[in-house]
């Protein structure tokens, strides 16, 4: 596989480079994926780039591995994306776009090996795995790289691509809460909202739609709430999970609740799987890159937000990261009462 890397010029917001445009402008057919357990980066990103490429004339699919989270079916073409574990045997996508994966494995997708790949990313662990790489970790998500490459093959952003990037945008940058969020950013969420994305609208759909599950998983994790001095956690088992009636989307945002406690530094939330591994969503305020902290188990993500899967028992994946936070907060140490 021949390697072709894009680098970014830190001092400015990066446009693709003439090889990726090549890359696509060259090809007629294209299939859109993303990460399992996807995102609202992912989601709205996918969604906005399959509009972008049928501007420019392109056949596009997109899939998934995992269903579209309730509160994103909402967004333009949601419904257009498909849901399964492997590409069609009779797919003739001449490239393969992923969003936001660091390997094919991400995507836990089947049968994207021997593809021609395109590999679009903003995290801090990104790798260089695929035959045209485009790796920004300065751009806030990866809206904001769709959005570039929209402008710079000149096709004209409508409200519903507007609408979802700026999903994208809002929900990656924990609503403009994250370290990394600018007065870029914020130009171009106002550039959005002036194209046809409605911020309130947007809003009540990522913020206010969620279902009774989710508010019963909440309560459960919330009476395990722990926490030592700059770090809090909690966490719910699979049995949890079965009696509340809640599905993997009702864990989005559950470790947001231990990052927001005064003086807390570093949160992490523990969902135990059925197969008893435990997955970890990882938060912090800026003393701890928790990308780092995931990297040691093999998972990644942004500097203030990451996960990871570590073996279980649930209490020993607990003792694993607790110590690993610790360790990376220990220059930082106070003494602090909870």
Same mark, same amino acid.
């Given at each position: 596989?021949?390697?072709?890397?894009?680098?970014?010029?830190?001092?400015?917001?990066?446009?693709?480079?003439?090889?990726?445009?090549?890359?696509?402008?060259?090809?007629?057919?294209?299939?859109?994926?993303?990460?399992?357990?996807?995102?609202?980066?992912?989601?709205?990103?996918?969604?906005?780039?399959?509009?972008?490429?049928?501007?420019?004339?392109?056949?596009?699919?997109?899939?998934?591995?995992?269903?579209?989270?309730? !509160?994103?079916?909402?967004?333009?073409?949601?419904?257009?994306?498909?849901?399964?574990?492997?590409?069609?045997?009779?797919?003739?996508?001449?490239?393969? !776009?992923?969003l936001e994966c660091d390997g094919i494995a991400r995507s836990r997708l089947q049968g994207l090996d021997g593809n021609f790949l395109?590999? &679009?990313?903003?995290?801090?662990?990104?790798?260089?795995?695929?035959n045209v790489n485009w790796i920004d970790t300065e751009a806030s998500a990866v809206a904001e790289m769709v959005y570039r490459l929209?402008?710079?093959?000149?096709?004209? &952003?409508?409200?519903?691509?507007?609408?979802?990037?700026?999903?994208?945008?809002?929900?990656?940058?924990?609503?403009?809460?994250?370290?990394?969020?600018?007065?870029?950013?914020?130009?171009?969420?106002?550039?959005?909202?002036?194209?046809?994305?409605?911020?309130?609208? &947007?809003?009540?759909?990522?913020?206010?739609?969620?279902?009774?599950?989710?508010?019963?998983?909440?309560?459960?994790?919330?009476?395990?709430?722990?926490?030592?001095?700059?770090?809090?956690?909690?966490?719910?088992?699979?049995?949890?999970? &079965?009696?509340?009636?809640?599905?993997?989307?009702?864990?989005?945002?559950?470790?947001?609740?231990?990052?927001?406690?005064?003086?807390?530094?570093?949160?992490?939330?523990?969902?135990?799987?059925?197969?008893?591994?435990?997955?970890?969503?990882?938060?912090?305020?800026?003393?701890?890159?928790?990308?780092?902290?995931?990297?040691?188990?093999?998972?990644?993500?942004?500097?203030?937000?990451?996960?990871?899967?570590?073996?279980?028992?649930?209490?020993?994946?607990?003792?694993?990261?607790?110590?690993?936070?610790?360790?990376?907060?220990?220059?930082?140490?106070?003494?602090?009462?909870?």
């Amino acid at each position: 596989m021949t390697e072709r890397n894009i680098q970014r010029d830190a001092q400015r917001p990066c446009p693709p480079e003439p090889m990726l445009l090549e890359a696509i402008r060259e090809r007629e057919c294209f299939l859109l994926t993303s990460h399992a357990r996807p995102d609202g980066d992912a989601v709205g990103s996918l969604l906005a780039l399959w509009m972008v490429l049928k501007e420019m004339g392109k056949h596009a699919e997109m899939q998934l591995y995992d269903r579209v989270p309730m !509160i994103y079916r909402t967004l333009p073409a949601a419904e257009q994306i498909r849901h399964a574990p492997a590409i069609p045997g009779n797919s003739h996508a001449d490239a393969v !776009i992923l969003l936001e994966c660091d390997g094919i494995a991400r995507s836990r997708l089947q049968g994207l090996d021997g593809n021609f790949l395109i590999n &679009i990313d903003h995290h801090t662990s990104g790798r260089r795995f695929a035959n045209v790489n485009w790796i920004d970790t300065e751009a806030s998500a990866v809206a904001e790289m769709v959005y570039r490459l929209a402008i710079a093959s000149k096709v004209a &952003i409508t409200p519903a691509i507007a609408t979802c990037l700026y999903t994208a945008l809002l929900s990656d940058t924990g609503s403009f809460c994250y370290e990394g969020t600018s007065a870029h950013t914020f130009a171009l969420a106002q550039e959005l909202v002036q194209l046809g994305a409605s911020p309130a609208r &947007i809003a009540q759909d990522v913020y206010f739609s969620n279902p009774a599950s989710k508010m019963r998983l909440l309560g459960a994790a919330l009476s395990t709430l722990q926490r030592e001095g700059r770090i809090a956690w909690l966490w719910v088992t699979h049995s949890d999970m &079965i009696r509340v009636g809640a599905v993997e989307e009702d864990c989005e945002g559950i470790v947001n609740y231990a990052i927001g406690i005064s003086g807390v530094e570093a949160a992490v939330f523990l969902r135990e799987l059925p197969d008893h591994r435990v997955r970890l969503s990882l938060r912090s305020k800026g003393k701890v890159h928790v990308a780092e902290v995931a990297e040691q188990f093999g998972g990644g993500g942004h500097e203030n937000a990451s996960g990871c899967t570590l073996d279980g028992p649930l209490y020993s994946a607990m003792d694993r990261i607790l110590d690993e936070l610790r360790r990376h907060l220990r220059p930082h140490a106070v003494i602090d009462v909870a």
